[in-house]
T-cell receptor, first 114, second 107 residues
Framework: EAQVTQNPRYLITVTGKKLTVTCSQNMNHEYMSWYRQDPGLGLRQIYYSMNVEVTDKGDVPEGYKVSRKEKRNFPLILESPSPNQTSLYFC?????????????FGQGTRLTVV | RKEVEQDPGPFNVPEGATVAFNCTYSNSASQSFFWYRQDCRKEPKLLMSVYSSGNEDGRFTAQLNRASQYISLLIRDSKLSDSATYLCVVNFNDMRFGAGTRLTVKP
């Protein structure tokens, strides 16, 4: 089954404790991205990757890091989480060579930083 | 100005009603357009792409007006199961999402 898998689905952590949210897709998609969703603000892009070893900042990259060592994986790293990073996070992937194609989303990670 | 702006909502309609959402975008070079549906606390899923000539999928009709830079979604004969948030998405190199419009269909 074609899918994007995020883990964990729910996470409560304390300020400053490094964490990683994993994202994996099995569709051989080149393009992957991370979003955060906050009430009234919609989905805002954090980082995106157009291919292996190619990553770039989105609209709200501060406080986040990513890596793309393999095509299927695109982890999101919070080196020192803060309460303002409490949010719902989504990973997405899509084929890069066609612009008019569907983006597939993971099920989301609800992060609370206390 | 936001890159993608949607009707603020929420829309509360009775079953069977027809409801329309609009969305405007700022980048005239945008290449592709979509409507996504998002159920509460779940991931967005593609509802339909939007083509220049307009397109229909059952009770759903999407239209694009490039000159005025807006897209629309019309839902006819609303069902309870249509209750969700509808996201307008515009693609120019990467996807830009509207904040979403919440629809509640009531019995």
């Amino acid at each position: 089954e074609a899918q994007v898998t995020q883990n964990p689905r729910y996470l409560i952590t304390v300020t400053g404790k490094k964490l990683t949210v994993t994202c994996s897709q099995n569709m051989n998609h080149e393009y992957m991205s991370w979003y955060r969703q906050d009430p009234g603000l919609g989905l805002r892009q954090i980082y995106y990757s157009m291919n292996v070893e190619v990553t770039d900042k989105g609209d709200v990259p501060e406080g986040y890091k990513v890596s793309r060592k393999e095509k299927r994986n695109f982890p999101l790293i919070l080196e020192s989480p803060s309460p303002n990073q409490t949010s719902l996070y989504f990973c997405a992937s899509s084929p890069r060579e066609e612009s008019n194609t569907e983006a597939f989303f993971g099920q989301g990670t609800r992060l609370t930083v206390v | 100005r936001k890159e993608v702006e949607q009707d603020p909502g929420p829309f509360n309609v009775p079953e069977g009603a027809t409801v329309a959402f609009n969305c405007t975008y700022s980048n005239s070079a945008s290449q592709s357009f979509f409507w996504y549906r998002q159920d509460c606390r779940k991931e967005p899923k593609l509802l339909m792409s939007v083509y220049s000539s307009g397109n229909e999928d059952g009770r759903f009709t999407a239209q694009l007006n490039r000159a005025s830079q807006y897209i629309s979604l019309l839902i006819r004969d609303s069902k309870l199961s249509d209750s969700a948030t509808y996201l307008c998405v515009v693609n120019f190199n990467d996807m830009r999402f509207g904040a979403g419009t919440r629809l509640t269909v009531k019995p």
